[in-house]
């Protein structure tokens, strides 16, 4: 066990930003997407395991501050020395002698940065750099908060190929928070969906995708005469301008897949997809807890 969380609760002033009663557990190896709305708890759960936050309850690690890795979404860095100079001292390398740090600054177009001051560098250019920093620290236990936003289409296509690249036949434990569900489909095995500043599931994600929403989704527009369609079969939870359809079994999936080919309807066909299995966690918590789905997104 790399860490344990157990009873953790973080108050800022009046406000509880964060409440997680049953133990969570992390081992090594585990690559977690974090997911959530915008003030979730997403941040401050991160922050708490990095002991930058004060809170109650516990959390439980054997690994020693260093061999902590995290990329926030704002990191601070000596504002006027030249970047390299911060990136030789913090790693302790020379760049020149360094091999893998050389093919890091070359993969990710950051050569001509090395001798700017810190606080010259543009929000994408101060990104890179902090993943870079991570990348190349190696730690046991690494998170990426939000890494690629601020990066264009194309750079953030970039990094998530050189980190599923780079972690793959590694057993460092990854935590992701991330709103792109596409690169949590990449990293992430296990999925943490956080609300409101509780836990609304924790699980490996194939699980979780089969307890929400079965073995199958089909997703097209959401459409009068597509409502119409596939009206005899089961409706998951989605986003407004979408249809989800659920699929138990192989025999749905067939029949489904017949009806939307003869009508000629674009769908989509998934067995992982995030967004409809978060949305249909949250709204089975609800439901749990007495309070229907639809009140909680209108807060
Ligand atoms: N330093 C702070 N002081 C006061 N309130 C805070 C502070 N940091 C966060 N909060 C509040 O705590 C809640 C959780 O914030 P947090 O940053 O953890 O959310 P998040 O899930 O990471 O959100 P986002 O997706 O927007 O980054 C929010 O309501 C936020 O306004």
């Not at 870079?132 to 730690?139: F, G």
Request: aromatic share 8%.
């Amino acid at each position: 066990m790399l860490l344990t969380i157990h009873n953790l609760q973080v108050r800022y002033g009046s406000q509880l930003a964060l409440q997680i009663d049953c133990p969570i557990s992390i081992h090594e190896g585990e690559r977690i997407g974090i997911i959530g709305s915008n003030g979730a708890g997403k941040t401050t759960l991160v922050k708490s395991i990095l002991g930058l936050t004060s809170y109650k309850g516990s959390i439980r690690t054997n690994l020693k501050p260093e061999q902590i890795a995290a990329h926030m979404q704002s990191n601070h860095y000596a504002a006027t020395m030249p970047v390299k100079t911060i990136m030789e001292t913090i790693l302790d390398t020379n760049i020149r002698k360094n091999r893998e740090l050389q093919e890091l600054i070359s993969y990710f177009e950051f050569e001509k940065c090395l001798h700017k001051r810190y606080s010259h560098l543009s929000g994408g250019q101060k990104q890179r750099f902090t993943i870079i920093m991570v990348m190349l620290q190696n730690a046991p236990l690494t998170f990426y908060d939000e890494v690629t936003s601020g990066l264009d289409f194309e750079t953030r296509q970039k990094l998530m190929e050189k980190l599923v690249n780079w972690y793959q036949n590694k057993s460092n434990t990854l935590c992701i928070v991330s709103h792109y569900y596409e690169e949590l489909e990449m990293l992430a095995e296990k999925i943490l969906i956080l609300d409101q500043g509780k836990v609304i599931a924790f699980g490996e994600k194939k699980e979780l995708f089969r307890k929400y929403c079965g073995r199958s989704v089909f997703i097209t527009d959401s459409t009068k005469q597509n409502q119409e369609l596939l009206r005899e079969y089961k409706k998951l939870k989605s986003p407004e301008h979408l249809l989800a359809i659920a699929c138990p079994d192989l025999e749905t999936e067939h029949k489904i897949s017949e009806l939307l080919l003869q009508e000629n309807v674009n769908f989509k066909r998934s067995d992982n997809d995030i967004e409809i299995m978060s949305t249909n966690a949250k709204a089975a918590y609800y439901e749990r807890e007495g309070s229907a789905y639809e009140d909680q997104i209108m807060q």
